[in-house]
């Protein structure tokens, strides 16, 4: 019986193990995508933001590319949005699961039931997703149409 319940223990520290090895790698990975992600998508909106003004000062004259700029303000916005938004995300999932290993520990969850929890705490990221998205869309709307408009010769 003794050496029973040892093997039993040893199997839950490797199943604690392998919860938090997982946790760790799944954070670290999350957080370089959204930083990625987040570079990415804020040098284009800024660098259109800064581009424009640019061009509007070296023309002299009335801003007539506002159109261009809503567009790269609103991509700009948005990611800073994403970044806000993911990353109390993130921080609201790595304490769920960190809940989840303390009660692992304590026995008052399975693996499979930890697994569930993690699957189930991944639904939740779509308002940062669309933020992404949108930030996305509107720097590729402010390109399009900047170039249009300078071709015209505004």
């Known amino acids: 019986m003794d050496a029973m319940s040892e093997g039993s223990h040893s199997t839950n520290r490797a199943d604690r193990q392998l919860l938090v090895d997982v946790l760790e790698v799944v954070t670290d990975a999350t957080r370089q995508h959204q930083a990625s992600l987040t570079n990415w998508l804020f040098a284009v909106n800024a660098g259109g933001i800064g581009g424009l003004l640019t061009y ?68 939740c990221i779509w308002p940062g997703e669309a933020l992404a998205w949108l930030s996305g869309i509107a720097a590729i709307a402010g390109v399009i149409v900047s170039v249009i408009g300078i071709w015209k010769g505004s």
């Open 56 to 123: 509007i000062a070296a023309k002299g004259g009335q801003p007539k590319l506002v159109c261009e700029l809503i567009c790269f303000t609103i991509g700009l916005a948005s990611i800073v949005l994403y970044r806000v938004t993911m990353y109390y995300w993130l921080l609201c999932r790595y304490r769920r699961l960190h809940k989840s290993i303390r009660e692992f520990d304590l026995y008052k969850l399975s693996r499979s039931d930890c697994e569930s929890r993690s699957k189930e705490a991944l639904k």
